[in-house]
């Protein structure tokens, strides 16, 4: 079975400030990872998603993140935050193949202050 | 490409009444569809799994005879929630995945805007 825990539930941060929000996984076969954000009352957005490939994957709005398999992270990075960045993330995990399901952590609020 | 819309984007209904959501995918076709709940300050919980053509697959968990799936197209799934109670006031959110992007990219999922539902 796989899993996703993302470490801090709330992260609060000044702006231009960098921030990382923190996620770890488990699993038993090899997974592709994802971090949505979500704004208040709409749905996700893909943020950047890792598949194959460098481990290092650069996504929008400036945002990052790194797969690391021997620590079984995928933290988010950005190395200056904008009070527009105020919103929830969310990690996610899925196996390979196609068609399998998504697995949510329980989200980071990320509030970036003036 | 590949965007997902939800109608209505919010509802209110009265207790024992029926309320019918509509997931599309607007520019591509989707054989499968996801159908999420959300709870306030909460992460997505999976309800079911919609494909085209054939019954849904339910979550452990979830009331099929609740929560009414149907995948009536390969760019329309519904969820209607059946004798709505307070306790079913949620957001609902669908997503599908664009099979024609090809390789890995079918992995990814699209996500609607979601459904805010009151049941008074």
């Known amino acids: 079975a796989q899993s996703v825990t993302q470490l801090d539930s709330q992260v609060p941060v000044f702006e231009e400030a960098p921030v990382e929000l923190r996620c770890n996984y488990s699993?038993?076969?090899?997974?592709?990872l994802f971090w949505y954000v979500q704004y208040p009352n709409q749905g996700l957005q893909l943020l950047l998603k890792?598949?194959?490939?460098?481990?290092l994957v650069k996504g929008i709005n400036g945002f990052e993140a790194e797969f690391n398999k021997s620590q079984t992270s995928f933290h988010l990075r950005k190395p200056s935050v904008h009070i527009s960045d105020t919103a929830e993330y969310f990690c996610?995990?899925?196996?390979?193949?196609?068609?399998?399901?998504?697995?949510f952590g329980a989200g980071t609020r990320l509030a970036v202050h003036p | 490409g590949a965007v997902v819309s939800q109608h209505p984007s919010w509802v209110i209904c009265k207790s024992g009444t029926s309320v019918k959501i509509e997931c599309r995918s607007l520019?591509?076709?989707?054989?499968?569809m996801f159908w999420y709940r959300q709870f306030p300050k909460q992460s997505l919980m999976l309800m079911a799994t919609s494909n085209e053509g054939s019954k849904a697959t339910y979550e452990q968990g979830v009331e099929k005879d609740k929560f009414l799936i149907n995948h009536a197209s390969l760019t329309l799934s519904t969820l209607t929630v059946t004798s709505a109670h307070p306790e079913d006031s949620s957001f609902y959110i669908c997503?599908?995945?664009?099979?024609?992007?090809?390789?890995?990219?079918?992995?990814?999922?699209?996500f609607g805007p979601g459904t805010r539902l009151t049941v008074l």
């Open positions: 520019d591509f076709q989707a054989t499968t």
């Open positions: 890792y598949l194959s490939g460098s481990t």
């Open positions: 699993s038993s076969v090899s997974v592709y």
């Open positions: 997503s599908a995945r664009d099979p024609q992007r090809g390789g890995s990219s079918t992995d990814t999922q699209y």
């Open positions: 996610a995990v899925s196996g390979p193949g196609g068609y399998n399901k998504l697995i």
